[in-house]
């Protein structure tokens, strides 16, 4: 069916929230100020924003011959408010006729350009990652059409600068637009399925099985798995270290304890109430909207996104890519003890 508004499509489990940006309750780290190993101020920055968000890159890049299971990503100059997802207007079309999509927001790049599944070793785009996912196989050989209007609002309220290249004004005014053709050699699922209806499994039974199935990514980690070593939560990684005990700020595990699945997992997706930027301390499946992931980005210049009370987490130099990586994968995959 035709989908005007496709962010309308997404499947979340709540309504949006207010957009109102400070919340009354205090973050991770937030609240009564902490020893330096936190470094929490009970004030944040206003900036005035005269900046504006984007798009610096796409995928597929305008004109494009592509695979008919690569998604259409959108990269921006920052971080996109998660809460603009439900305002975006975006279309998916072929001439005429418009197709069912759904809408997925990265708040940081940590999927491969263009791609549903895996991880990439470093960051591709600067800020967010807008991921327009089709329902149903592009078609070989058609040219589609991909077309935002200028509806998405940055993290500290940023509008989108309609006047770089993509933009063009019509009846409906500015929007983006994006075209590429399917490979018109591409096979489809539906192409290649040589069911016979025999079943082939050579399961034996024993461990010497033929299972040649290598489809999908691994499964998301658990909480457990981020605590084994040389995993984010390990006991040996010292940007955690201040909450497992730390004798020069006891007060910083006192308010988040990790120093064990159980006490993390309490703290972390057990946590009532809203963070200071409005969100959840973990929204499993939705890492967009976890402050876990909010409070651990950075702005252009170094400092914590808009809403986070203090300095970001760790203080002294940003988590490791790959451990934001694994947070982000447990977060999605639901938060799983």
């Known amino acids: 069916m035709a989908a005007r508004n496709l962010a309308r499509t997404a499947d979340r489990a709540h309504e949006p929230r207010s957009r ?3 919340g009354l309750k205090v973050g991770i780290f937030a ?6 190993c936190t470094r929490v101020s009970d004030t944040q920055r206003f900036p005035l924003v005269s900046e504006r968000l984007t798009i610096v890159r796409t995928i597929p890049e305008p004109d494009a011959v592509i695979a008919p299971d690569v998604q259409i990503d959108f990269c921006f100059s920052g971080y996109v408010d998660p809460r603009a997802l439900g305002d975006f207007e975006v279309s998916l079309s072929s001439g005429r006729v418009e197709f069912d999509a759904r809408l997925d927001l990265q708040l940081f790049a940590w999927r491969p350009p263009g791609a ?4 990439t070793d470093a960051a591709w785009c600067p800020g967010s990652v807008l991921s327009v996912r089709p329902r149903t196989p592009l078609r070989p050989g058609v040219r589609y059409r991909v077309r935002i209007q200028p509806a998405a609002v940055g993290w500290a309220g940023e509008q989108l600068d309609v006047t770089t290249p993509g933009w063009v004004q019509d009846e409906e005014g500015p929007a983006y637009l994006v075209e590429f053709t399917v490979d ?4 489809t699922d539906s192409d290649t399925d040589t069911d016979t209806g025999v079943d082939t499994d050579t399961d034996t039974g024993s461990d ?7 489809g999908g990514e691994p499964p998301a ?13 390990a006991t040996g990684n010292p940007a955690c270290s201040c909450h497992r005990g730390s004798a020069e700020d006891p007060l910083a595990q006192a308010r988040l304890d990790l120093s064990s699945p159980d006490t993390a997992f309490a703290g972390l997706v057990l946590a009532s109430g809203l963070m200071s930027t ?27 996104l808009l809403g986070v009370l203090g300095e970001p987490m760790p203080p002294d ?12 994968r447990w977060i999605e995959g639901g938060a799983q003890r």
């Open 20 to 22: 109102v940006r400070l």
């Open 31 to 36: 609240g009564i100020a902490l020893a330096a």
């Open 116 to 119: 549903a599944e895996g991880t």
């Open 184 to 187: 018109p050699d591409a096979a």
């Open 208 to 214: 010497t099985d033929t299972d040649t199935d290598t």
């Open 221 to 233: 980690p658990t909480l457990a798995d981020l605590f084994a070593p040389g995993q984010v939560f």
């Open 278 to 304: 409005g969100f959840p301390m973990v929204a499993p499946r939705r890492p967009a909207e976890s402050y876990l992931v909010q409070v651990l980005l950075r702005d252009a210049d170094g400092h914590a």
């Open 317 to 328: 130099e940003p988590l490791a890519y790959a451990d934001m990586v694994a947070l982000v």
